[in-house]
Every structure is written in C-alpha cells, then in structure tokens.
C-alpha cells in the first residue's frame, strides 16, 4: 500500500502541481508560508519534514536556535484556488529537530495535544467545535500612527453616512441603517454576490458550509462553516479568513477581522459551539436543564469560572474590549441561558440528543483558533473533572437586569491587560497532560503585553478631542 506520501506525488503528477505551499500558524494566529516547487519535492521530505529558520517568528525561536522542521499533515491538503499556477496547501505542524516531538510553543501542536489528553482522561474521544465568525468589507481603509500623527479612516458604499455621498453614475441610496443589516435582500445587502463566491470557494475546497448573510452592522458578514473535529475545524478557520480575505480583495474590497472597527454599531464575534462524544453518542445531551447531561453543565461551570483568563485567548487584542463593554448588546456577562443570546454562554434549541452542544458567545475571530479553541476545551474539562456547576440558569434577559441583580454575575475581562493578569493567575488547568506549557504561556503573555504597552503609551484622536480644550 501507498504511503501518504507517495499519494501526495502522485497527485502532484497527476494534476499537474507546480507548487506546494507549507503553511503554518505562528503565535498570534497569523498563517504563515514556504512555497516550495513541487517538482524539488521527495516522498521522503513529505513524510519526515523540512528544515526552515524559526527565529523569524514572533514569540518562538532564538536566533541562535532556529533551526526548525516543517511537518505536512498528509491529511490535511488542499487545492489553493487562487494561485496563478497549480499549487497545494499543506497544514504543517512544528516540529524539534533534536528530539522529533511537537513543538510545545506551537498552536497546532497543543491543540493536537488538546485533542490527545481528551481520550487519556476517559471523558470521551472526540470534540466538535463550531465557530461563527464575523467580519467587515471595505472599499477603503487608510491609518497612520506616526511621531506626530494619528487617524484612520474607512469608506464603503454601505456606510449609513453616505447616503449623501456624489458618486459617479449617481447615490443608488440603498444601505443599510446602523445596525440595520440584519438581514434585508439586496440592493440593500450589496454584498451578496461576494459572500457567494466566499462559500462557494470554500466548497470548493472542501470545507462543510451550508450559508452566508449580512450581519447587523453596515458592511458586516457572516458565512457559515459548519462544525468539525477541534483540529480539523481551526484548520478550517483559517481556509475561511484567507478565502473571506482574497475573494473581498478581488472584488476591491478590504475585509478584516477586526472585532470593533466601527464605533457607533456591532462588533464582530466568533460565536464557538462546543459538544463532547464517545463514539456516536453525544455526551452533553441528557435530561437536565434545556435538556443537557450533568457533564455538559460542569463543562459550562468550567469555562464560567476560568472565562477571565481565557479571554487571553479568546479575544487576544486591545480591540478586542471596545467590542466587549457593558450597557451594550455584548456577551460580558458570565451566565447561562437557552432562550436569550444576552448570556456569554447559551444552549442553542436543536432538535434530538445530537444536536446538544454549549454556544461560548465572547470570543472574537482574531483569536488563534488552535489555542483558542483548546484552552476553552481544557477549561471545560477542569469544569467536568472538578464537577464544577455554573448555579442556575439566567433566562431573563440580563441587559435588562436592575444594578441590584447584576451584583453577583460575573463578567468577561474588560481589558487585555486584565485579561494577561487574569491568566498569570490562572492557568493551573491549561497544563494539564502538557497541552499547554508554562514557557508558552509566557512567550504568548509576552507578545500580548507589547500590545497592551503600545496601546496604553498611544494618544487616540479621541483624546484630543475630550481634552485638548480642558
């Protein structure tokens, strides 16, 4: 029988390959890539890895260690449908040349060993994760943050301010409102076309989705990916922000990930879906509250009470936090409810046993989908292990709370800053069974903090304008 990598030859020789693009996910959640010709390739160096220089890589390597090997997961390739020339895109994983072991500082890596220590404790064997990630198109984006100068502007045709704008050929004047674009049919959503030829690639590709849609701020999206393997599906995650990037880039249109690039509408988010199964049986359903297992529960209690240094993870930047304020339609507060979405933690109605699972609602899609994706996991299953119960559920709607009532509900981080304080505190649990390691936890802290520095130490234009005068 065929190795996987003698498959992966043939099928450059039989399509005609011309490249073959390594890529991997670096600290941050960035993809990066080594494009090598396809016809340079060996059976071997597909199997067992190439040499490549980690010390570029924010948070990894130094320089005087650099030295790295790329492993391709042969089973995770694909056809890039955007390359001028035939060309594969392999997921590869980071691997110590000294001793052939995962690097423990990569992201893939620990949400692989995310998916191992899932089977050693008996809990079950397979994780399903299903992420909803939102995202913003423009026509133009400019920003400076020099010396003297700071500012940024964005432009696009459905930008509620526009609706006087001199356009060439006329103002059609059809747009949405602020928040207003959840969910009217075009020529109001101007964008339908574009997020059709997002899923249709993605289809294309391989990936399982069944729907795409405006969301409820102007030039806000949604396509729909469906769930998955943990793995498998933060794989997935960054088909999807490459496929949404390069098809809005070919329609001359920027997109961005960005949670909060719009000051008086909706944030974006990464609503995660989150069940456990051992086999075909799907073990968060049951004949508890909305109809889930004990299990489920103390998953949810888990993640209630490490959210705050989750939120490392989950929504990794400074922006992350002017999308996540309370008073406003944002998942802050730290409860559980199956008939309101103002709850950070929800059980989505479904019909029958397999389709119980637990929706996170704080995360945001700049997150690293491999560590965000695996610390929300270990969180449940602390939660699971310590039999942790999140109390009782919250079905009225909590925006509407009086002050007297909110007292005793916790709340998501409001600031990166807290968030890292929040995790130097509080990240026993993200070690267990060597998922996550404490020199990655700090090298992750470290890139972060710059963030929080550079943040903190930056005028905003806004400032000048509450101040200058004062």
């Known amino acids: 029988m065929a190795t996987d990598g003698a498959k992966i030859m043939k099928r450059i020789h039989d399509e005609e390959i011309e490249w073959v693009d390594l890529r ?37 390597k130094a320089i005087n260690e650099s030295d790295m090997v790329l492993k391709p997961d042969l089973d995770a390739v694909y056809t890039d449908p955007f390359s001028a ?51 913003f198109m423009f026509d133009d984006v400019r920003f400076e943050n020099t010396y003297s100068s700071s500012y940024y502007k964005i432009d696009d045709i459905e930008l509620p301010g526009n609706s ?18 959840y969910f009217p049919v075009a020529p109001v959503d101007s964008a339908v076309d574009i997020r059709g030829e997002m899923v249709s690639t993605m289809l294309e590709m391989g990936l399982p989705c069944d729907k795409h849609h405006h969301e409820v ?30 098809v809005a880039h070919a329609y001359g249109k920027s997109a961005t990930f960005m949670p909060k690039p719009i000051k008086d509408d909706n944030g974006s988010g990464m609503h995660t879906h989150f069940s456990i199964w051992e086999g075909s049986k799907p073990l968060f359903a049951g004949d508890g509250y909305a109809g889930l297992s004990d299990m489920c529960l103390y998953f949810i209690g888990g993640v209630i009470k490490h959210a ?12 992350s936090y002017k999308r996540l304020v309370p008073g406003f339609e944002a998942p802050v507060l730290l ?49 699971i292990q310590n039999k942790i119960h999140p109390g009782e559920a919250m079905d009225k709607n909590l925006y509407d709370l009086p002050p007297a009532e909110l007292v005793n509900v916790p709340t998501v981080c409001g600031s990166l800053r807290e968030a890292l304080i929040a995790l130097q505190d509080d990240h026993e649990y993200l070690l267990k069974g060597d998922v996550f390691t404490k020199d990655q936890i700090e090298a992750y802290a470290d890139i972060k ?15 000048y304008d509450m101040y200058y005068s004062s």
């Not at 701020?217 to 088909?239: N, P």
């Not at 059980?347 to 989908?369: C, H, M, Q, W």
């Open 217 to 246: 701020a102007a030039a806000q999206h949604e396509l729909g990916l469906t769930f998955g393997t943990l793995v498998t599906t933060a794989d997935r995650m960054q088909i999807y922000k490459y496929v949404v990037h390069q």
């Open 164 to 181: 006087s704008k001199e356009y060439e050929g006329g103002n059609m004047g059809h747009r949405p409102r602020a928040k207003g674009g």
């Open 449 to 463: 903090w710059a963030d929080v520095i550079r943040f903190e130490t930056t005028p905003s234009p806004v400032e």
């Open 85 to 135: 020339t035939p060309m594969l895109i392999v997921f590869c994983d980071v691997v110590e040349p000294s001793t052939g072991e995962l690097y423990a500082r990569d992201p893939r890596s620990t949400a692989k060993r995310a998916e191992a220590y899932v089977k050693t404790t008996g809990i079950g064997d397979t994780v399903y994760v299903g992420p909803e990630a939102e995202f």
């Open 24 to 60: 991997f996910t670096d600290p941050k959640g960035k993809w990066q890539h080594l494009s090598m010709v396809a016809s340079a390739l060996d059976e071997d160096q597909l199997t067992d890895g190439l040499m490549f220089d980690g010390s570029s890589i924010e948070g990894w």
């Open 308 to 319: 705050r240094s989750l939120n490392a993870f989950t929504n990794p930047s400074t922006n």
């Open 335 to 383: 409860a559980y409810s199956s008939r309101n979405r103002s709850a950070s933690c929800r059980i989505p109605y479904g019909t029958g046993a397999k389709s119980k699972r637990v929706e996170f609602r704080f995360p945001d899609a700049l997150a690293n989908p491999y560590l965000a994706y695996a610390a929300i996991l270990m969180a449940g299953l602390d939660g």
